[in-house]
């Protein structure tokens, strides 16, 4: 028996993974969807919509799925087969929804392969972090002209962040943010030289908005959020989404500092063609986690949001519109976790070991009928009278094949909430005929449980197990699991 703790884990893991599966592009919908909504309000609140889009990917898929009240399943376990029969009642508005049965050799496979990606993303991440941290120990004081130190000291006045401080770097083609061990910006070695004051003012200008935000650890802290979903393609839309919103939120409060939008775009057209130029020439910063002015791959979209004004400025229609946004995120949400579906570890009790019989020189006789074909409950009484001719019961051969089964009934008395469920354990012996024998409890449940599980069983109708070429009679168990639903 697999260790009830681990089934346990992986279980709620394979939950998680399979909503995921289905959750994430419908929250990524609602997000786009808000976010068209939220546009005239300008990007940052296009941004802040996309941050609560990651954060409701990632816990969304977590919330388990609801019980139902007053819908019962009833699941038998045959060996490595499964049958799931459901009881419902009218005011059961989930029950149709049973959980996804599965084996825990596929829970492993399915847990195994998500904490490979796990692993893989928390690798990539740790890395980029030590390059981070090994860029900014490396990096040098930077000495910048009366001019262009003046626009620093403007910068860092309208940010508030008087803490800041400027290095300098000859690995970089780019301008960047760095927190890590202090807040820093990163030039690189050349820049200051080649570049105007008012190109030099707005690189610094896009790079403050950026520490004022906190938009380093912010980063940081997504990237480890969206460890759990980073198997899931969709997820990098989201986080391109997230990422351009930022650089548009950096754009327009590096634009409202110049008091000029024509003049800060033509500035950063001129920023993408150096630090083009300067690519061909230095290491690209693929791996770092510093956050740089073109660290998404809109800068034409970005270019042409600097030209649209936000046109919504009542405070009035902002709360309408941020009420109206809310409700949506809110149906969804509820939407999505009602529907979550649920995993359940399907275990084998049996075969057992039993010890065999005495038996004489005759042979166990052919069975009588085929049973290649279902049983009509009509001809086949609850209880046979077997022959009582001496057999063997083996119980390691491939096992018996149920051709034919009657639902347990779920008790009555227990149709409330209470009752979450349990599982009671039938041993039986499949003879040569395919006819159950020897039906008794191994495992009760309680008395009602018991006796709806043993008449069920007792009905069962099987395609024999074949030892050598004959029908061979066979023991083992069978787990009757009931649970509401």
Not at 430 to 447: Q, W, Y
Request: with cysteine.
């Amino acid at each position: 028996m697999a260790n009830p703790f681990l089934l346990q884990v992986t279980t709620y893991i394979a939950s998680y993974l399979m909503n995921a599966l289905w959750q994430v592009p419908l929250l990524f919908i609602a997000g786009w969807l808000v976010a068209r909504l939220l546009r005239r309000m300008g990007p940052a609140a296009e941004h802040r919509v996309w941050q609560i889009t990651l954060l409701l990917c990632v816990c969304v898929p977590a919330i388990p799925a609801p019980a139902a009240h007053g819908g019962q399943a009833v699941a038998i376990t045959l060996l490595e087969r499964r049958v799931t029969s459901s009881v419902t009642t009218t005011h059961s508005s989930l029950a149709w929804r049973g959980p996804v049965w599965m084996s825990p050799e596929e829970l492993d496979w399915m847990c195994g392969l998500w904490a490979v990606t796990v692993l893989y993303g928390a690798a990539r991440l740790g890395m980029a972090m030590h390059y981070t941290r090994r860029l900014r120990s490396s990096a040098t004081a930077c000495s910048l002209p009366p001019a262009y130190a003046a626009v620093w000291q403007e910068c860092l006045v309208h940010a508030g962040r008087m803490d800041v401080i400027v290095l300098e770097s000859s690995s970089l083609s780019s301008p960047v943010t760095v927190s890590l061990g202090g807040d820093a910006m990163l030039l690189p070695s050349k820049l200051v030289e080649q570049i105007s004051v008012d190109d030099f003012r707005a690189a610094v200008a896009h790079e403050c908005a950026h520490i004022a935000r906190n938009d380093f650890w912010n980063n940081l802290l997504f990237g480890l959020l969206t460890l759990t979903v980073a198997f899931h393609p969709v997820m990098r839309l989201v986080r391109r989404s997230l990422v351009a919103t930022r650089e548009m939120a950096c754009d327009r409060a590096a634009a409202k500092l110049l008091g000029n939008v024509q003049a800060y775009r033509g500035a950063l057209l001129r920023l993408a063609a150096w630090i083009a130029g300067a690519k061909a020439s230095q290491q690209p910063l693929a791996c770092s986690a510093a956050v740089g002015i073109l660290d998404s791959n809109s800068l034409e979209e970005r270019m042409n949001r600097l030209t649209k004004s936000m046109t919504v400025t009542s405070t009035f229609t902002r709360y309408a519109l941020t009420t109206i946004a809310v409700a949506f995120f809110a149906a969804v949400t509820v939407s999505a976790t009602t529907a979550a579906a649920r995993v359940a570890p399907e275990i084998a009790i049996g075969p057992v070991n039993v010890s065999p019989l005495p038996t004489s020189a005759a042979q166990t006789p052919p069975p009588e009928q085929t049973t290649n074909h279902p049983v009509s409950p009509k001809t086949s009484p609850v209880k046979q009278k077997l022959a009582t001719t001496a057999r063997k019961v083996y119980a390691i051969v491939p096992p018996p094949k149920l051709v034919y089964m009657v639902n347990p009934e779920f008790p009555k008395e227990f149709h409330t909430p209470e009752f979450s469920g349990g599982e009671c354990v039938i041993g039986l012996v499949v003879e040569a005929t395919g006819i159950p024998n020897d039906v008794h409890v191994v495992r009760s449940l309680g008395k009602a449980f018991d006796d709806s599980a043993l008449k069920a069983v007792q009905q069962y109708r099987f395609q024999p197990a074949m030892r050598e070429g004959h029908p061979v009679a066979v023991a083992l168990n069978i787990a009757v699991n009931f649970q509401k639903f």
